[in-house]
């Protein structure tokens, strides 16, 4: 397990006002679900259905598949080290750099897995292939195209696509309507991202039903709590009122990039999200989170350990404009 992590304040003794370091949409969870979990409370008293199974029906409709497509988990890590598991003593290959998750599951279930560019998928002899697309965290994406491509070209290879951020980009769709279509596919969703929850954790992973049918046995009852399913239940039956705009979200970004574009010894590096990687040219990536927390009470990701990132690197997700202003004063002075 990584200590790193985005979102890292339980590592922080200091008050934190503006938080860069996490992904989640800055404006918060919706106050009606809000209002609905704390409702809810008192079904803490009760144990959970063990596989939170009436959250299939509900995404089964949203996205046009059948129930049994459907596994919950808790947060979408659930789901990497379950599909890991169920691959166990395998070959693997993650798409780098990217979330460090892949590479524990892969180590924790004795995967013998090898860290790749996105170049070199085309030549991989990989049982299974882990791609984040959009990744995190650069942003980069993979067309639909592109990844049927892969699908059709490597038919003995399994493919888990992690689309947690899927609804933080417009440049690609959703490919889970794939699912249908390919043996070799695994989407994994996350619900914890879009609409601010990720301390309840909740994800789920979409494919065809023998692969749900197998990771169904591997899996831990009860593993997603009553809130979370509650949470859930009342997501996906608001799911469009819900839904940020995500145009406007990236309209934010690029006035936040431009801004960072000014300073001098950073480099803002391109990406298709409201998260992007700034390079620092002078100093390090630990100095300056250190600064911005002690003299700011601004939290940043260091992501110098993404592994396949070299140089000083910190990722930024954009937050509110009073927000943005405060980081960019903050590194000015550093600067």
């Not at 979990?37 to 259905?49: G, R, T, W």
């Not at 949470?231 to 995500?246: L, R, T």
Request: overall charge neutral; some cysteine; glycine content about 4%.
């Amino acid at each position: 397990m990584l200590d790193g992590h985005g979102d890292d304040l339980h590592l922080i003794e200091e008050k934190i006002r503006y938080n860069f370091s996490s992904n989640v949409y800055y404006k918060g969870c919706p106050k009606t679900l809000l209002t609905h979990i704390s409702k809810n409370v008192s079904l803490i008293q009760n144990y959970p259905s063990p596989a939170a199974s009436e959250l299939n029906e509900l995404a089964a409709h949203k996205f046009r598949l059948d129930r049994e497509q459907f596994l919950f988990t808790n947060g979408a890590t659930e789901a990497f080290y379950l599909i890991a598991q169920l691959f166990s003593n395998k070959k693997a290959a993650i798409v780098a750099p990217t979330f460090s998750e892949y590479e524990d599951a892969c180590k924790i279930f004795q995967l013998d897995y090898l860290l790749i560019s996105r170049t070199e998928i085309k030549d991989t002899n990989a049982d299974l292939v882990f791609i984040c697309n959009p990744n995190n965290p650069n942003g980069a994406i993979f067309s639909k195209n592109d990844l049927e491509l892969l699908f059709q070209q490597k038919p003995a290879t399994t493919f888990v696509i992690d689309e947690a951020y899927i609804e933080f980009t417009n440049s690609i769709e959703s490919i889970i309507s794939l699912t249908k279509k390919y043996d070799n596919l695994i989407v994994v969703r996350s619900l914890t991202k879009t609409f601010t929850i990720p301390g309840l954790r909740l994800g789920y992973i979409v494919s065809n039903y023998l692969i749900i049918k197998e990771l169904l046995t591997l899996k831990m009852p009860w593993s997603i709590n009553s809130l979370a399913i509650k949470a859930g239940e009342y997501i996906f039956k608001n799911y469009e009122v819900f839904q940020f705009d995500v145009v406007e979200l990236l309209e934010e970004t690029v006035i936040f990039k431009e801004q960072l574009e000014q300073l001098k010894g950073v480099k803002v590096y391109k990406s298709n999200t409201s998260y992007f990687l700034v390079e620092l040219l002078q100093k390090s990536a630990k100095e300056l989170k250190e600064y911005l927390i002690v003299k700011h009470q601004i939290l940043i990701r260091d992501a110098t350990n993404f592994k396949g990132l070299k140089g000083e690197y910190i990722r930024l997700s954009t937050q509110s404009k009073e927000a943005n202003n405060a980081l960019i004063q903050a590194v000015k002075e550093w600067v």
